[in-house]
């Protein structure tokens, strides 16, 4: 078919691709990565809201620039769509969403079953996550459930997949093909285990890995050449985790309320020193890409905008991260295109023709 | 969107409620508040190597003590085992009687006092003075995991990942349970070696 975009299933946009060999999902993020191109994924605001047009138009702002979007489940321990809800929207719409599991709110029983709904509504991607505490979000009265922590979430998922049991053993029908993520954060302390750690997670069964955000490049830099040197990068796809920051103030409320974010002074300063603020802090996102893509096991970013998510496209742009490849992007189909032309016509077209008429030019 | 004016949170109602009455609860988790102080679980990370040492000798000697506990019959010489060893652990590395220790894979410091209860490894919100981030005067029991493990001899075992809790274990005797899993791989063992010896 001319002009169909690539990874895009024929019959159907919202359909799984064809499964392909060394491939354990069916999912576009995968091809995209083990094709050797530079991924970028970005995080969708979950809407407060129940109205599916919330979540298309907070994800059309990514059309053509993102290769899958992160669908979080209560990031911050703060109330939200489900991750489970926001993806069956976006899968139905064509879109790969990575479903982002958090093992604060479910046990295991719970978080077995929305990895077969998710899997079964077209979620080839699935993030393993730990979860903040209870204490950080807008409700730190609810119970933390933290039955499975995110190397055993890692590892259910996988036995899951590949051996196509639950952890109980019990047989599942079919299972489902996931490409698995994980979290890392090289900027927490013990900075020495965290390599190590990143080594666990993928003996788990974590096929990519997004990274918390990265401000302080060089200390990403160490983590990485300790990651090459115990073999990591040829297990796993490494994704640096990139943002905005739209202020200085913004960077120092970050820097003492929000857990794991390590924010040099280097860069409040520069903030500080800016005249446009938040557009320095653009430019400095995407220095930062521009460096991170230079470091050797590095397969793609993760662009985290949180309430800037309209800057995303730009920064993609201007940091030049896809070198002129386009990500799938949702558009009308040539032969719907057609279709629709024809029926225009017919429609509005100001043609009445008599059988006495087509005789006539008959002749 | 809220941008012009902030977001009010249940966390910053409740921080605001806060200070307008006398009476202030610790700004801790509950399980945190029945005990304050970290100093025996400290020591304990401190002399890991010694107490890896000791570990094996003490399942040693429970191992030995198998025909007696078998004798007497588990079930019954559980209570008191447990009640002893409820208050060693307890003291030693403030145990949450979870019933399967992993000690020896955790630099003896017990995985159970994080508050996300993790067994393997830290969460990336690990504060940069290597403070809890639920608990922020509370060291980070990974951190002092890592640091434990790198004085012991087999310390390499943090490197094991660990499957999730069974939750139908809480509250019953780890010692026992593996002295008990010990003497079975070790009669197993005997009759591989000679087949003939059960017949």
């Given amino acids: ?138 409700q730190p009265g609810a119970k933390p459930v933290f039955d499975l922590d995110c190397m055993s979430l890692l590892e259910t998922c996988r036995i899951m997949r590949d051996n196509g049991k639950f952890l109980s053993g019990r047989k599942l029908t079919t299972p489902p093909q996931l490409f698995l993520g994980a979290a890392i954060n090289p900027f927490a302390p013990p900075i020495d285990f965290r390599p190590y750690r990143l080594g666990k997670k993928i003996a788990a069964g974590a096929q990519f890995v997004q990274s918390q955000y990265c401000f302080d490049v060089p200390m990403f830099r160490t983590y990485m050449q300790q990651v090459r040197d115990l073999g990591f990068t040829e297990k796993c796809f490494i994704l640096c985790g990139v943002g905005p920051l739209a202020s200085a103030k913004t960077a120092k409320w970050i820097r003492s309320n929000v857990p794991g974010i390590h924010i040099p002074d280097s860069i409040v300063k520069r903030l500080e020193g800016a005249q446009d603020q938040k557009k320095e802090g653009k430019q400095l996102c995407i220095d930062i890409i521009n460096e991170v893509k230079e470091i050797p096991g590095v397969s793609g970013v993760h662009v985290m905008a949180y309430r800037q998510e309209e800057y995303v496209a730009e920064i993609v742009d201007e940091s030049g991260v896809l070198k002129g490849r386009q990500p799938w992007k949702r558009e009308i189909r040539r032969d719907d295109q057609l279709v629709a032309e024809r029926l225009d016509h017919i429609l509005h077209d100001e043609i009445t023709e008599t059988q006495v008429d087509m005789v006539k030019t008959a002749h | 969107m809220s941008e012009t004016t902030p977001a009010i949170t249940q966390a910053t109602l409740v921080k605001k409620a806060a200070p307008k009455s006398d009476y202030k609860p610790a700004d801790v988790s509950p399980q945190r508040r029945v005990q304050r102080s970290f100093a025996v679980r400290l020591w304990s990370v401190r002399h890991s190597r010694l107490l890896e040492w000791f570990y094996a000798r003490f399942s040693d000697t429970f191992l030995l003590l198998h025909p007696l506990w078998k004798r007497i019959g588990y079930g019954r010489v559980e209570g008191p085992i447990k009640f002893v060893e409820r208050r060693v652990k307890g003291f030693m590395f403030d145990c949450r009687m979870c019933g399967q220790c992993i000690l020896s894979s955790t630099g003896m410091s017990c995985p159970m006092n994080c508050p996300k209860q993790l067994r393997n490894g830290p969460c990336g919100g690990v504060r940069a003075n290597g403070n809890c981030e639920v608990e922020p005067d509370m060291p980070c029991v990974w951190v002092k995991a890592w640091e434990g493990s790198r004085n012991m001899v087999h310390g390499d075992k943090i490197l094991d990942v660990q499957k999730p809790v069974d939750q139908s274990l809480r509250e019953t005797s780890a010692w026992l349970r593996v002295t008990a899993q010990a003497a079975a791989a070790r009669e197993a063992a005997r009759n591989s070696a000679n087949p003939g010896a059960l017949a």
Avoid at chain 1, 58 to 84: E, Q, Y
Avoid at chain 1, 104 to 109: K, L, M, T, V, W
Wanted: glycine share 12%.
């Fill in chain 1, 1 to 138: 078919m001319i002009g169909r975009q690539p990874d895009e299933n024929p019959a159907g946009i919202h359909l799984p691709l064809d499964p392909l060999p060394g491939h354990t999902s069916r999912g576009r993020l995968e091809r995209v990565l083990r094709r050797g191109e530079f991924a970028v994924t970005t995080e969708l605001n979950p809407p407060d809201s129940a109205d599916p047009e919330d979540v298309y138009n907070r994800a059309k702002i990514f059309d053509g620039w993102v290769d899958a979007i992160n669908a979080v489940d209560a990031s911050g321990a703060n109330c939200h769509m489900s991750s489970v809800g926001i993806c069956a929207l976006l899968t139905r719409m064509g879109y790969a969403p990575i479903m982002q599991i958090a093992c604060r709110d479910r046990n295991r029983i719970a978080i077995q079953g929305d990895v077969l709904g998710g899997a079964a509504m077209g979620v080839a991607n699935m993030l393993c996550l730990t979860g903040d505490g209870v204490q950080a979000g807008d």
